[in-house]
């Protein structure tokens, strides 16, 4: 299974509200990341999670709160979000060989 | 710093021709990696083609190739035979040394048209 997840594919939110975003691969990969990906560009590291631990946080707002339940599952925690934060979040995994593999994505709307 | 420059924002290509991506990258690194990734509309990132620094021969995937040019620091995508279902961005990444991080160029728009 070389599969990355993520739930859920479309998230429309307001601005007071908490919402969560999930990642689940079960390819024993170590390694979980979060990347923010605005229209027409590139993807942008969030965060990343080597062994359930928080090794990477690109000094993202508190407003995102990353988790890492399990080897399996990664969380990202949404809570009182701008309007700009509006962007496909994507999930990747990566093991002991050099590619990441994406998931889907969740494109996430604030209103 | 690393850094990745793809200096193509969009190319065309007819159905069944082959097409070159372009890119160029920077790093003071001994040991790196070189990936390609496509993203169709529908978002997913799909990993196509790698290339490890100390890799002799240029990799190759199917229709996928990556012209490798160490001294010029340029790892170019060359499909061959394009389809319609290849119409997508295109993303050139690298990751330096043991890091698990990726640095993107900004992208490749490629349209194929019949």
């Known amino acids: 299974d070389t599969e990355v997840t993520q739930t859920p594919k479309h998230l429309v939110m307001g601005m007071t509200n908490k919402k969560s975003l999930k990642c689940e691969q079960h390819?024993?990969?170590?390694?979980m990341y979060w990347y923010k990906q605005k229209a027409k560009k590139p993807p942008e590291l969030m965060f990343v999670?080597?062994?359930?631990?928080?090794?990477i946080n690109e000094s993202v707002p508190s407003r995102f709160s990353p988790e890492c339940p399990n080897s399996s599952l990664l969380n990202l925690h949404l809570h009182a979000l701008q309007p700009e934060d509006s962007a496909l979040y994507l999930c990747?995994?990566?093991?002991?060989?050099?590619?990441?593999?994406f998931g889907p994505g969740t494109r996430l709307t604030v209103l | 710093a690393q850094k990745i420059t793809q200096t193509q924002p969009g190319m065309f290509v007819q159905e069944k021709e082959a097409v070159t991506l372009d890119c160029t990258y920077d790093?003071?690194?001994?040991?790196?990696?070189l990936f390609w990734y496509k993203q169709p509309s529908s978002g997913e990132m799909i990993f196509l083609i790698y290339?490890?620094?100390?890799?002799?021969q240029n990799a190759t995937e199917g229709r996928y190739s990556l012209n490798f040019q160490k001294a010029r620091k340029s790892a170019n995508l060359v499909i061959s035979a394009s389809q319609l279902g290849d119409s997508a961005m295109y993303f050139c990444?690298?990751?330096?040394?043991?890091?698990?991080?990726?640095?993107f160029g900004k992208g490749t728009m490629l349209l194929v048209s019949p």
């Open positions: 390819m024993g990969h170590r390694a």
């Open positions: 999670y080597s062994y359930e631990k928080l090794s």
């Open positions: 790093t003071s690194d001994q040991s790196y990696g």
């Open positions: 990444a690298m990751r330096v040394g043991g890091y698990s991080t990726l640095t």
């Open positions: 290339q490890g620094s100390y890799d002799e």
């Open positions: 990747a995994s990566s093991g002991s060989g050099d590619e990441q593999f």
